[in-house]
C-alpha cells in the first residue's frame, strides 16, 4: 500500500508518526511539501527534514483563482509514485472542486482520496452560514474571525459552505480526531461509513522510552509545566497570572514555559520579576524536553493544543486543561486523570490548580492514570490501527475487486 500526502510543512512530531506507519505498518509512504515555508503553517510551528525514513517531495505552493493554495506538478508527480491513497487537508481539500478535472484525474488512475483533518471549528451544515457570518471560530491571535452580514459576504458564505457539502461526499473516506465527526460529516451528506475516527497521537512508544529511561529524576508537585508554541490562543498569560497569584499562597509554586513564538517577550514581560516563572525556548531534544516534563509536576494547557497532552500523559502527568482542538475529549477524564476549568476564566483555572496543591498526592495518582490511559487506551498503535482501517476502506470504497486488481498488476 502506497500513500502520498500533502502537507504545509513536516512538523517534527508528526514525521515520527510517518516513520512508524512506514516502518511498522508495511505502508510505503512520502509526502509533498511546499518548496519554501508553507503559507498553512502556523506561526512558530518547528519543522524538521531530520531522521525522516519516508520520501519527501517539494513542489511549488502557489495560489489559485480561488484564493487557497495548492502545488504544481502534482499529476506528474502522482503518475511517476502511483499512491494507492491521497490524503489531504485544508485548503488543499478545494481544487478538487473548483479544479473537476483532479478528480476525474484520480479516478481514472484509480487513487483513492481521504480528506484529514480534526475539525473542532467546522460548523454543521444547518448553522454554517450564520457561523460564519457571526465570525465563528478563532484564530491562532485569539481572535474571532471578523464578522460580516452583507450579502457578499453571505454569498461567500454560501460558497464555502457548499465546497465543503461537495468535497466531503467527493472524497472516500474521512479520517477525524473526534466522535462528533460522524455526525458532523452526516450534517453534510456523508455516510457513516465513510467516517474513522482515529484520535490523535504522537510517537508514544519513544515517549514512553524516553520517561522509563527519566523514571528517577525528581519531580516538583507544585511545578506548573507549558509545552507548545507562544501564540495567543495557548493563553499562557491566563497560566502566568495563575502562577503569580498561587505563588502568592503556595511559595512552592513554580512555572515552567517551553516553546518558542511571536509572543515570547510580551510573556516575558508579564513574567518579570517572577524568578520562579522559567523560560526555557524551544526545546525539541526528547531527552531534554523529557528531563523538564519529569520535573513537573502538572501539566497545565491554558487555551488551544491537542498532543501535548499526550506526551505529558506519557510522562505520568495529570492534565489540567479547558476547551483545546478535541484531543483531550479521548484523554482527559474529571476528577481521574486531571481537571477541568472554564476557559478563558482565571478564577476557574487558579481553583483546579489549588485542589491539586492541597492534596498533592492526587497528582502522583491521577498521573499514574495519565500513563494508563496511554499505554492501554489511546496511543500510537491504536490510532495507526485506525489509519488503516481507514486506508482499507478508502480503497474499497471507489475501486471495486477487479479495478484494484488491475491496480496491483501494474
Known amino acids: 500500500m502506497k500513500i502520498m500526502s500533502l502537507a504545509g510543512g513536516l512538523p517534527h512530531y508528526y514525521n515520527l508518526v510517518l516513520n512508524k506507519l512506514q516502518r511498522d505498518y508495511g505502508v510505503e509512504v512520502c509526502v509533498v511539501v511546499p518548496t519554501e515555508k508553507g503559507a498553512t503553517l502556523g506561526a512558530g510551528v518547528y519543522t524538521s527534514d531530520k531522521g525522516i525514513e519516508f520520501k519527501v517531495f517539494r513542489r511549488e505552493e502557489y495560489t489559485t483563482y480561488y484564493g487557497k493554495k495548492f502545488f504544481r506538478g502534482l499529476k506528474e508527480l502522482i503518475l511517476a509514485e502511483k499512491p494507492d491513497v491521497l490524503m489531504v487537508n485544508w485548503p488543499y481539500q478545494a481544487s478538487f472542486v473548483f479544479y473537476p478535472g483532479w478528480y476525474r484525474f484520480l479516478r481514472k488512475h484509480k487513487v483513492a482520496l481521504i480528506s484529514k483533518e480534526i475539525p473542532f471549528q467546522v460548523p454543521h451544515y444547518d448553522n ?19 464578522s460580516n452580514p452583507s450579502l457578499l459576504a453571505r454569498l461567500k458564505f454560501f460558497i464555502v459552505r457548499e465546497t465543503r457539502k461537495r468535497f466531503s461526499n467527493l472524497v472516500d473516506a474521512h479520517i477525524n480526531y473526534l466522535e462528533e465527526a460522524v455526525a458532523l460529516h452526516a450534517s453534510y451528506g456523508v455516510p457513516a461509513e465513510k467516517v474513522f475516527i482515529t484520535a490523535n ?24 509545566l507549558h509545552i507548545g508554541r507562544l501564540v495567543k490562543w495557548k ?20 512555572l515552567s514555559i517551553v516553546g518558542d513564538g511571536p509572543e515570547l517577550e510580551a510573556l516575558k514581560a508579564q513574567a518579570s520579576g517572577h524568578d520562579f516563572i522559567l523560560f526555557h525556548g524551544g526545546i525539541y531534544d526528547p531527552k531534554e524536553l523529557g528531563k ?33 482542538d478535541g484531543t483531550e475529549k479521548r484523554l482527559v477524564r474529571e476528577g481521574y486523570n486531571g481537571h477541568y476549568f472554564e476557559s478563558g476564566s482565571l478564577s476557574s483555572l487558579q481553583t483546579v490548580i489549588e485542589r491539586l496543591f492541597a492534596q498533592p498526592e492526587k497528582i502522583t495518582i491521577m498521573g ?27 480503497m474499497g470504497s471507489p475501486l471495486d475487486s477487479k479495478a484494484q486488481s488491475t491496480k496491483n498488476k501494474e
Do not use: W
Open 201 to 224: 497521537s504522537p510517537d508514544t512508544d519513544a515517549l514512553l522510552q524516553t520517561a522509563n529511561e527519566l523514571k528517577d529524576v525528581a519531580a516538583n508537585p507544585f511545578r506548573l
Open 368 to 394: 499514574q492514570r495519565s500513563r494508563e490511559i496511554i499505554e492501554k487506551e489511546i496511543n500510537i498503535h491504536s490510532v495507526l490501527g485506525n489509519y488503516m482501517e481507514a486506508f482499507r476502506g478508502a
Open 235 to 254: 493563553q499562557v498569560d491566563l497560566l502566568i497570572e495563575a502562577a503569580i497569584a498561587l505563588h502568592a499562597k503556595y511559595p512552592q509554586t513554580e
Open 128 to 146: 454554517a452560514i450564520s457561523y460564519y457570518l457571526q465570525g465563528g471560530g478563532v484564530t491562532e491571535n485569539n481572535q474571532a474571525h471578523q
Open 292 to 324: 523538564i516534563t519529569c520535573e513537573s509536576g502538572i501539566y497545565v494547557l491554558a487555551g488551544m493544543g491537542g498532543l501535548s497532552i499526550n506526551e505529558a500523559m506519557c510522562f505520568s502527568k495529570p492534565v489540567v486543561c479547558s476547551v483545546a
